[in-house]
């Protein structure tokens, strides 16, 4: 079965400093990936997909993630923080038998000031 | 902005009532899917759709149905509202194919 595991709940980082939010993945076969945020009171948003190609995928909002295949990790990064960046975020997988999309349980990022 | 639609975004309900959550995108999608949520918690699948006429149960057991008489609509009906079905439900469709979905703003259910 295809899963995403988000080990962390909550992810503290300081307004300009990089951010780092994890996800690691178990899949059969070739895992189609994708990252999603969710701000207050609102449905999600899709951020960025890895399919196949570069391991490095450009996003929106200056997000980006790499894929490790060896590490089977799919870890969504940005270089500077912004306050508004604060939101949850969810790591998914697309089952390529059932063509289902399987979150993750989620990581609330918070940006200090 | 994604062009998938859910109405009402909120609603407070008495228990044993029926009601419907409307959700409808103007994409094109084959598919479809209902997601139910707690505040900030994870998304678990209630039902998914590949198409007209198709209707699965998704991983969580719920006690709504789902119907896809029309390609872009897509709704979830609980014949009788309990206070254990107050959550947020989500809506979501993509194409046939390795691509995202796109999620509509969610309805806040709940029943008192």
């Known amino acids: 079965a295809q899963s995403v595991a988000q080990p962390e709940d909550q992810v503290n980082v300081a307004e300009g400093n990089p951010l780092t939010v994890k996800c690691t993945y178990s899949v059969s076969g070739n895992p189609y990936l994708f990252w999603y945020v969710q701000y207050p009171n609102r449905g999600l948003q899709f951020l960025l997909k890895y399919i196949t190609g570069d391991n490095l995928v450009k996003g929106s909002y200056g997000f980006e993630a790499e894929f490790n295949k060896s590490q089977t990790s799919f870890h969504l990064k940005k270089p500077s923080a912004l306050v508004s960046d604060s939101a949850l975020y969810f790591c998914?997988?697309?089952?390529?038998?059932?063509?289902?999309?399987?979150f993750g349980t989620g990581t609330r990022l918070q940006v200090f000031p | 902005e994604a062009d998938i639609y859910q109405t009402p975004r909120y609603l407070v309900i008495g228990t044993g009532k029926k009601i419907t959550l409307e959700c409808s995108q103007t994409?094109?999608?084959?598919?479809m899917y209902w997601y139910q949520q707690d505040p900030g918690m994870e998304l678990h699948l209630i039902h998914y759709?590949?198409?007209?006429?198709?209707?699965e149960k998704g991983d969580l057991s719920s006690e709504s149905t789902v119907s896809r008489i029309r390609t872009e609509h897509f709704p979830l009906t609980l014949e009788s509202a309990r206070p254990s079905h107050t959550s947020q439900y989500l809506c979501?469709?993509?194409?046939?194919?390795?691509?995202?979905?796109?999620f509509g703003q969610g309805t806040r259910l709940t029943v008192v």
């Open positions: 979501a469709s993509s194409k046939t194919g390795l691509t995202e979905a796109f």
């Open positions: 994409m094109g999608h084959d598919k």
């Open positions: 759709s590949y198409g007209v006429n198709s209707t």
């Open positions: 998914a997988v697309r089952d390529r038998n059932t063509d289902k999309l399987i």
